[in-house]
């Protein structure tokens, strides 16, 4: 068996943020310094771009559960080095990283789908707040499609109420209602106006369904003096 590694630094963009990217450019050496020290011989470390890196380790037990085991090792060593402080400067910084893993047959692997599921896995590391080690399982891959229809399910319903909306400004399919104000003597001495939508086919939406939708494309402004005339 082999295993490929796929690091993401946790919170790197705050060191460029707070320091400047030749600050963050030391610390990418020295993580590199790190990662390469907790390898075997016959071990690659790459950087792909930015904070991340992958570890590829090579032959790894032939039985699968020792396979595992000697990758989170290696896992458990890479996340206490990189758990060091680091000395950028005058200053040291603390920092913590994510790591997905991929085990494959090198006889059966397909390069793109191992890095797939590795960076698969390396996500489910860091939703789970960073600082983890997480072999990929197909249930990731379920759960990361899922996620994405839904996220394309909210993205074409928000596009079809923000076409709605703009034909309901243009067509005047609002209504007022009004609350009156009182004094503790029961006087009418004021009313909240109150902006409904008269939808064609929803009926009367409440503000919550599509102010924040008119705030974002604008047309708030022309609504809001349709409102005051």
Not at 69 to 75: D, L, P, Q
């Amino acid at each position: 068996w082999s295993a490929l590694l796929f690091l993401d630094l946790d919170n790197f963009k705050t060191v460029n943020d707070a320091h400047g990217h030749d600050t963050g450019d030391v610390m990418l050496k020295q993580v590199a310094k790190r990662l390469t020290a907790c390898l075997r011989r016959g071990d690659t470390v790459a950087r792909l771009g930015g904070d991340e890196f992958v570890v590829m380790l090579a032959e790894l037990h032939e039985r699968r559960l020792i396979a595992t085991s000697e990758t989170e090792a290696i896992g458990a060593a890479i996340l206490e080095q990189l758990n060091r402080p680091y000395q950028l400067g005058s200053q040291q910084h603390h920092s913590t990283c994510s790591i997905g893993v991929a085990l494959f047959d090198t006889a059966d692997a397909s390069l793109d789908e191992v890095i797939k599921q590795a960076d698969i896995a390396m996500y489910d590391a860091k939703t789970a707040g960073g600082n983890a080690l997480r072999f990929f399982e197909t249930r990731m891959q379920t759960s990361i499609t899922a996620r994405a229809a839904l996220e394309v399910t909210s993205i074409t319903a928000r596009a079809a109420l923000e076409n709605e909306l703009h034909a309901a400004v243009e067509q005047r399919q609002f209504v007022l209602h009004y609350r009156s104000q009182v004094t503790s003597e029961d006087r009418v001495v004021a009313a909240e106006v109150l902006v409904r939508w008269q939808h064609p086919l929803r009926g009367l939406l409440a503000p919550g369904e599509f102010i924040a939708a008119a705030e974002d494309t604008g047309l708030i402004i022309p609504l809001g003096l349709w409102v005051l005339e």
